[in-house]
């Protein structure tokens, strides 16, 4: 739920977000740094975090909106194939070093909203 401090911002229709399936992209300003983020649904339930990998500061899909690994149960890195946890963002393998950084997201009447947070806003144009 969105406070004082935080602002809900759509981010994509419920059915734009498939189980296993491609992410949404989205860019939000991250403690000044105007980074890309990505939204997946992994077991009924959507994630979101910013598109930048824990073991070398880079974007993590090489094919845009691939995410998942072909289990469909984890993210992973395209470059040195670095597994995440799609609920938690924890690292599970490979050669990154700590979770990815979660972005909150709600869901609502068939909307997916992505809030913002002291250190996360939206892109200033
Ligand atoms: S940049 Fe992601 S595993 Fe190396």
């Known amino acids: 739920m969105a406070t004082p401090d935080t602002q809900r911002i759509v981010l994509c229709a419920s059915a734009a977000l498939v189980d296993g399936g491609l992410a949404v992209a989205f860019e939000v300003c991250h403690r ?32 845009e909106g691939h995410f998942f690994d072909d289990s469909g149960c984890l993210l992973i890195c395209a470059s040195h194939g670095a597994v995440f ?8 393998g490979g050669p990154a070093r700590g979770p990815l950084v979660k972005v909150f997201l709600s869901e609502e009447a068939g909307t997916v909203y992505w809030h913002t947070a002291p250190d996360l806003h939206t892109v200033a144009f």
Request: hydrophobic letters at 40%; one cysteine or more; charged letters at 25%.
């Open 32 to 63: 000044g740094q105007n980074l890309r983020a990505f939204a997946v649904r992994f077991e009924g339930r959507v994630h979101a975090y910013l598109n930048r990998c824990t073991h070398v500061a880079m974007e993590m899909d090489l094919r």
């Open 85 to 92: 946890a799609p609920d938690t963002g924890e690292c599970l």
